[in-house]
């Protein structure tokens, strides 16, 4: 069906298409394997960040915690953000969003566009400026709701409820499934789906290795696991890097034609590992991957033109997932 | 028999600023305590007094995270590249800035 009675009806249910040219080929008379993708950038505001806003403000409404005209107070200059603006818009809530005053002008401009308020904390500051002023702005507002993502179990069953099943009635025969690791929402709950239909799936993480500059600000004692990580749930956790991620996210519109951000070309290069080690081991495979997003948010950064090299400099620095 | 091992910018007070350094040992285990004979103390900041990888570092071979590849009994194999990272993934910024709204601490579990 493809009519709905308004835009938050028409999340989910996204393509999965095959990537004929991408897939690994394999010798005469081997069993085949195949590389899947799931356009998630088909989603109303598109990114797979829909299915979960959409969910933790429903689910949210049905527990009483959110009420017509509350005010939604969310720390992110991502696609959660862009989700629960547009959600919050079609819902009547007013979204509040704190970033980083560096944060790239299409993120700003979309999120204004939506309806959403933005708070900018300080560059300068990094992370710890941004940490403050959220921690201000909690204290001075008592009534704002947050949803917090990182730890809200409707972020997850999300996945379980609707990504996992989409995925298994299009795709019976799957035999790994690999998506971003972030809050980790998608994977914990299509993950469990799976797990729990499929016996011998592998469940495969890939997560963004980002440029030194991310990481020398962090002290290794002060780091952050999402509530919601269940390590049990994965079989597999790759770090890709910038290059990496690149490369996969080049090749994937170059090669079959999706342009997507480079969060997907991360999740590429994981499962191109899967797919050719089940290649070398003569294996079928079913290998279906997340696309979390398309490529138009990033173009501004430069990196799908150039070298690779050049590339990797206009990224570092930057959370490009 | 050399492995590489990258060194996060927070741990090279220990490695005299070195970025990469090189070590031996056919398991992650025995790679660390080689590590801790020519720079004292890193194993520590790694590895917990249980015995464990502290819960906050990732480490990695060949780009695959440990935890899933028997952790500290991991296998290595010569030529392999070995990642410490301190554990910030993808929206780093966001888990910091919900932890703290939440009153959450970010401290470490000891």
């Known amino acids: ?321 | 028999m050399a492995i590489e091992v990258r060194i996060p910018t927070i741990l090279r007070t220990y490695t005299g600023g070195a970025k990469s350094v090189e070590g031996a040992g056919d398991t992650l285990s025995a790679l660390l305590t080689d590590l801790d004979s020519k720079y004292s103390g890193l194993r520590g900041r790694l590895v917990t007094e249980q015995g464990g990888l502290h819960r906050f570092v990732n480490i990695y071979v060949n780009d695959e995270d440990v935890r899933f590849l028997g952790s500290l009994d991991a296998k290595l194999n010569d030529g392999d590249n070995v990642t410490i990272l301190p554990a910030v993934a993808g929206g780093a910024f966001g888990f910091a800035a919900a932890a703290a709204l939440l009153g959450r601490s970010t401290a470490p579990v000891r």
């Open chain 1, 1 to 321: 069906m493809s009519r709905y009675e308004s835009l938050l009806e028409a999340a989910g249910d996204t393509p999965l298409v095959g990537l004929p040219r991408l897939s690994p080929a394999v010798p005469e008379g081997a069993p085949p394997v195949r590389l899947w993708a799931k356009l998630e950038d088909r989603n109303p505001t598109g990114s797979i960040k829909d299915r979960a806003a959409l969910f933790m403000v429903r689910e949210a409404e049905r527990a009483g915690r959110l009420r017509p005209g509350d005010t939604i107070l969310e720390p992110t200059s991502g696609n959660t953000g862009i989700s629960l603006a547009m959600v919050a818009k079609l819902r009547g809530y007013r979204l509040v969003c704190v970033m980083p005053e560096n944060v790239s002008t299409e993120r700003t401009q979309l999120l204004r566009m939506y309806g959403a308020e933005i708070i900018f904390s300080p560059a300068a500051g990094g992370s710890n400026q941004a940490v403050a002023k959220a921690k201000q702005i909690a204290a001075e507002h008592p009534d704002w709701v947050m949803l917090f993502q990182y730890g809200n179990p409707d972020n997850a069953r999300a996945h379980y409820e609707t990504t996992g099943p989409e995925l298994l009635r299009d795709l019976p025969t799957i035999t790994h499934f690999v998506a971003g690791l972030g809050t980790t929402g998608t994977l914990m709950g299509t993950g469990r789906y799976l797990r729990e239909k499929v016996p011998g799936i592998e469940i495969i993480a890939a997560e963004p290795r980002y440029g030194e500059v991310v990481y020398g600000l962090r002290n290794i004692d002060e780091g952050y696991v999402p509530e919601l990580y269940d390590a049990s749930v994965l079989t597999r956790r790759f770090s890709v890097g910038t290059q990496d991620a690149v490369l996969r996210t080049r090749q994937l519109v170059e090669v079959e034609g999706i342009f997507a951000g480079f969060s997907s070309g991360a999740i590429l290069h994981a499962a191109l590992a899967v797919a050719h080690q089940a290649v070398k081991e003569g294996i079928r495979a079913d290998v279906a991957f997340v696309v979390a997003d398309g490529g138009w948010k990033y173009l501004s950064t430069g990196a799908y033109g150039g070298t690779l090299a050049e590339a990797e400099d206009a990224l570092d620095g930057q959370l490009w997932a």
